[in-house]
């Protein structure tokens, strides 16, 4: 989950089509797929699977989760 600096969030899955840069000026980040989440059910995949790319000079902060296998098994 990546926190915008204007306080907006955006989820995503970063996977094996995901990017993140490592160059000091550019600190840009591309989910593959943006997903959505709700404090009562939790990940919800959107069906649109579409990915988004977020510029580094939007990015307050990065969350990061790892799957449960359950939620392995199901990609």
Known sequence: ?????DERTVAGYYGTNSFSSSDGGERDLYLEEEWDWE???GWKE???RVGILIP???IKFVEIWHPSKE???VK
């Open 39 to 41: 404090a009562e059910q």
């Open 56 to 58: 580094g000079r939007e």
């Open 1 to 5: 989950m990546v926190t915008l600096t």
């Open 71 to 73: 939620q392995i098994d």
């Open 46 to 48: 959107r069906p649109e």
